[in-house]
């Protein structure tokens, strides 16, 4: 719930995942870390959600529009009602990043563990002055609140950092991305999950790249199924800003750091598979979403009692709850 309510409030999984993988680096569990991840995939799917609203005033668009920005919510709704429960009783990936991590970068890594020292190696080097000198310019703060003021700056320069690489990949490469859409979107499921997962990468956000496709399907110019594939791959492909994060550490940290960003990318890669491979899983994301906009389209008091409901009453209810009891 914490990462549902914290994305849909920064509107950026990769803010969430960016932070969750930096505090798992400081300590964190991985058992606390893992569920948050989850919840991330299932917050950024907000935005396109939005995006839909703007089509209320005329139906069909609407209709359109609506069922492709929620057959993303439904997706990552029955991914995370399938892998939370695994995870909670198998440590399931935990246990597979945890060995993927341990490959990469022990001392038999081989290539892969001196490319990723190489890499966290040179980013410590460069972030190492400013984070010293946040930490002396935060000395004057006593006891365990110099950790805690040195966090909320952590998160802070997060938040405008990711912002302002997001408004430059955008100026520089959404015509790009918008190229890449337009001409693999229609060639088959694996084309569009390609698509997906380049273009959120090229923008390093999958609420853009899916926001993207709801004027498409509203307009009618793509249909659901078409568009379908293509939100699965930007769920894979906004996982290279964790794993970015997870390269700024090194040694231990740097480990556990990876191991939390692989979490992600194991969690979406396998619902893929999972979910799309399964004929009787893979329609059920698009018959929710195509019920629950046919509904939307006659109510419109549906669409924002969804978005309200799923993204902001429930999570916040559900956190109060467990803090009283």
Avoid at 141 to 158: F, N, T
Wanted: one cysteine or more; hydrophobic letters at 55%.
């Amino acid at each position: 719930m914490i990462g549902i309510a914290a994305t849909a409030l920064t509107q950026s999984s990769s803010t969430t995942t960016s932070v969750t993988v930096g505090l798992v680096a400081g300590g964190l569990p991985l058992g606390v870390a893992i569920p948050i991840m989850l919840g991330a995939n299932i917050g950024t799917t907000l935005t396109n959600t939005l995006v839909s609203l703007g089509m209320v005033r005329e139906q069909e668009s609407f209709r359109r529009g609506f069922a492709a920005a929620t057959v993303h919510d439904f997706f990552n709704l029955i991914a995370v009602v399938i892998f939370l429960p695994l995870e909670m009783m198998f440590s399931l990936l935990e246990r597979l990043s945890t060995f993927f991590a341990g490959l990469a970068v022990g001392t038999d890594g081989g290539p892969v563990a001196y490319v990723l020292a190489g890499v966290g190696s040179t980013i410590k080097a460069g972030t190492k002055p400013l984070a010293n000198l946040i930490e002396d310019t935060l000395s004057f703060i006593p006891g365990s609140w110099h950790g805690v003021a040195m966090i909320v700056v952590a998160i802070v320069l997060i938040l405008l950092v990711i912002n302002f690489i997001g408004k430059l990949l955008k100026v520089l490469l959404v015509g790009k991305a918008k190229q890449v859409l337009h001409a693999a979107i229609g060639r088959g499921p694996i084309a569009g999950i390609g698509s997906g997962a380049a273009v959120t990468v090229m923008v390093q956000s999958s609420s853009t790249s899916t926001a993207l496709i709801v004027p498409l399907a509203g307009s009618g110019a793509f249909t659901l199924k078409q568009l379908y594939p293509f939100t699965l791959g930007a769920n894979i492909g906004t996982t290279v800003t964790a794993l970015i994060a997870a390269f700024a550490f090194d040694g231990p940290a740097g480990e556990i750091a990876l191991t939390a960003a692989l979490a992600h990318l194991f969690f979406n890669v396998l619902a893929t598979l999972l979910i799309f491979c399964t004929p009787w899983l893979r329609d059920l994301p698009p018959r929710g979403a195509t019920w629950l906009a046919d509904l939307a389209a006659e109510k419109k008091a549906f669409a924002f009692a969804w978005v309200l409901g799923v993204f902001v009453v429930i999570p916040l209810a559900l956190i109060g709850l467990s803090i009283i009891f």
